[in-house]
C-alpha cells in the first residue's frame, strides 16, 4: 500500500527536526496542493501547519520557530544569563589581541562602568575599547571608544600611516558610531572631488588674448597718439623730422604764389576741409610708419584697418557696442567660470586628511558597529562576561534574556547583508573617481617623462653643438699658429 504524500512529508519533517536538536509535537500536519494552470501545472507544494494552525512553507522555517518558541517557553533570569556570559568567555579561550573574521583586531576590550548613557538594552560601550583594521592603500585604521563624560561615549576614528617616520592622524570623533564612520567616508568623498577638479583645472588650457587686442596694444604702446578724433595729425611733437621733412600744410599751398587758385568760397569750406584733412591723414600716418620699425609699421598698418572697420561696423550698429557691454557687466565670462572653479579653502589639517583617504578603499556605507568589530557574536560574548555588566548596567539585557545567540547571529548577519549592499551601490561612485584620478595621475606622470626627455635631448644638442664650436676655433687657432 502506497503511502500517502503528506504522511511522507511530514515523517521527513520528525526526523529533519531531530536533526537539529528539537522534537516535534503531536498535532503537526502537512497538506500538498498540485498546481492546475501556468508554466508550473503539474507541480505540487506542500504546507505544513502547527498544532495551532501557524503555516510554514520550509522545514528551516520550522526550526527556527522552534526555536523562538523554546527561548521564549524557558525565561533565564539575569544570574543564570550572567553566569552563562562568563562560562561561554571562558569555553571561548580567546586571548587578546583577537582577530575576527572580518579582519577587525580587538587590542582590548575597555571597561563597563554605571552610567546609562555607556550601555543600552541590547547594546554595551566599553570605555578604552580598541581595535583596528588594515588598508593595504593607506596604513591602518584605528577605532576608540572614549569616555566623553555624562552625554556618553566619543567613537573616535584614526589612520595610522605604514611610514614609520609619520604620526597617527586623527580622524573624526563622534557622539555615534555609525556617524564616525559616516564622517570619514564624506572626508574621502571630499577629497576625491578636490583632487579632481585641481587636475581638471590644471589640464585646462589657460584663454588667449584675441589677436584684434594684442594688435591695439601693440600699436598703442608703439604710436600712442598717431592721429586725433577729427582725423588731424596729433604727433607731430612726437614725430619733429616728419614735420620738417613734409613743408608747408596742405592748406597753405593753394594759397602760394603760382597755385592758379584763389581763395576758397565760404559755402565750400567744410566739405573741401573733411577731405583735405582725409587725404593729409592719410599721407601722414604713411609718413609716420615709414619711421617705425618693420614689425611696429605692420601692426599700425593693422590698427589703422581695424580701426576704420570698428568706425564702419558702429556707424552701421550704433548699439551694438552698448549690447556687448551690458551682456558682460564685470569682465568676460572666462573670468566668471575661472571664480566659479575657485577650490574650496580648508585648513591644512582638513587637507591632511583628504590626501591620506583618497587613495584607500571605498568608505562609503560601511557599518560603524561592523568596522568597530561590535557585530561579531563571539566578541560580545566576551563583552558579556566583562565585570560590572550584571551589577552596573542594569538597562541591559543578556542576549540569551532576548532570543538566544543563534537569532542574534541570524539578526546580525541580515543586517550586515543590508550595509553590504548599501556599501556595494555607494562605493560604485568613489570607485570611479579613484579610477579617474589614477588615470589622470598616471597620464601626468608620462607627459612629465616626455617632457624631462625632451629637456635632455635639447640640452644634449645644446651641449654637442657647443663642442663643436670648441672644436673649431681650437682648429683654427692651430692653423694660425702653423702659419706663422
Not at 544569563?81 to 575576527?100: C, D, I, M, V
Not at 556707424?315 to 575661472?338: C, I, L, R, V
Request: charged share 25%; hydrophobic share 35%; with cysteine.
Amino acid at each position: 500500500m502506497d503511502i500517502p504524500k503528506g504522511d511522507m512529508l511530514l515523517e521527513r519533517l520528525r526526523e529533519y527536526v531531530q536533526e537539529q536538536g528539537r522534537e516535534l509535537a503531536p498535532g503537526w500536519r502537512v497538506e500538498v496542493k498540485t498546481r492546475n494552470s501556468g508554466t508550473s501545472a503539474g507541480t505540487s507544494d506542500a504546507y505544513y501547519f502547527s498544532p495551532a494552525g501557524q503555516r510554514f512553507r520550509s522545514r528551516q522555517e520550522i526550526v527556527r520557530h522552534l526555536e523562538t518558541t523554546a527561548q521564549q517557553s524557558k525565561k533565564v533570569t539575569r544570574e543564570e544569563a550572567a553566569s552563562n556570559a562568563r562560562g561561554a568567555a571562558q569555553k571561548l579561550e580567546k586571548q587578546l589581541p583577537l582577530t575576527l573574521d572580518n579582519g577587525v583586531t580587538v587590542a582590548r576590550l575597555g571597561s563597563i562602568g554605571a552610567r546609562p548613557s555607556y550601555h543600552s538594552r541590547t547594546q554595551l560601550w566599553p570605555v578604552g575599547y580598541q581595535a583596528s583594521w588594515q588598508d593595504a592603500a593607506v596604513g591602518t585604521f584605528h577605532c576608540d571608544i572614549l569616555d566623553g563624560d555624562e552625554e556618553g561615549p566619543l567613537f573616535a576614528v584614526s589612520l595610522v600611516p605604514p611610514q614609520a617616520d609619520q604620526a597617527a592622524q586623527s580622524l573624526v570623533m563622534a557622539r555615534d558610531i555609525d556617524t564616525a564612520w559616516k564622517e570619514v567616508a564624506d572626508i574621502q568623498q571630499a577629497g576625491l572631488d578636490a583632487a579632481l577638479a585641481a587636475q581638471s583645472k590644471a589640464r585646462k588650457p589657460k584663454p588667449s588674448k584675441p589677436a584684434s587686442m594684442a594688435t591695439d596694444a601693440t600699436a598703442n604702446d608703439l604710436q600712442p597718439q598717431l592721429t586725433s578724433s577729427n582725423g588731424n595729425e596729433a604727433g607731430s611733437a612726437a614725430l619733429p623730422d616728419q614735420d620738417a621733412a613734409s613743408g608747408p600744410q596742405t592748406g597753405q599751398a593753394g594759397a602760394g604764389p603760382g597755385s592758379g587758385a584763389g581763395p576758397q568760397q565760404a559755402g565750400d569750406a567744410p566739405e573741401a576741409s573733411e577731405e583735405g584733412n582725409g587725404h593729409r591723414a592719410s599721407e601722414e600716418n604713411q609718413a609716420a610708419n615709414k619711421q617705425l620699425p618693420g614689425s611696429a609699421q605692420a601692426t599700425a598698418s593693422s590698427m589703422g584697418k581695424d580701426q576704420k572697420s570698428e568706425s564702419t561696423m558702429k556707424a552701421a550698429h550704433p548699439g551694438a557696442e552698448q549690447s556687448d557691454t551690458a551682456s558682460m557687466p564685470n569682465g568676460s565670462h572666462a573670468e566668471a567660470d575661472d571664480a566659479a572653479e575657485q577650490p574650496e579653502e580648508v585648513d591644512e589639517a582638513t587637507a591632511a586628511k583628504r590626501q591620506l583617504l583618497i587613495k584607500a578603499a571605498p568608505l562609503a556605507g560601511v557599518w560603524g558597529l561592523e568596522r568597530f568589530g561590535l557585530a561579531d557574536v563571539t566578541l560580545l560574548k566576551l563583552l558579556e562576561a566583562l565585570p560590572g555588566v550584571e551589577d552596573q548596567c542594569q538597562e541591559y539585557e543578556y542576549v540569551e534574556q532576548r532570543q538566544g545567540w543563534e537569532a542574534e547571529q541570524r539578526r546580525l548577519q541580515k543586517e550586515l547583508d543590508r550595509h553590504s549592499k548599501q556599501a556595494t551601490k555607494a562605493s560604485k561612485g568613489v570607485e570611479k573617481k579613484g579610477a579617474k584620478l589614477l588615470s589622470i595621475e598616471a597620464s601626468a606622470k608620462v607627459k612629465a617623462a616626455q617632457a624631462e626627455a625632451k629637456q635632455e635631448a635639447r640640452a644634449a644638442a645644446k651641449r654637442k653643438r657647443l663642442e663643436e664650436k670648441q672644436a673649431e676655433k681650437a682648429d683654427l687657432k692651430r692653423q694660425a699658429a702653423a702659419l706663422f
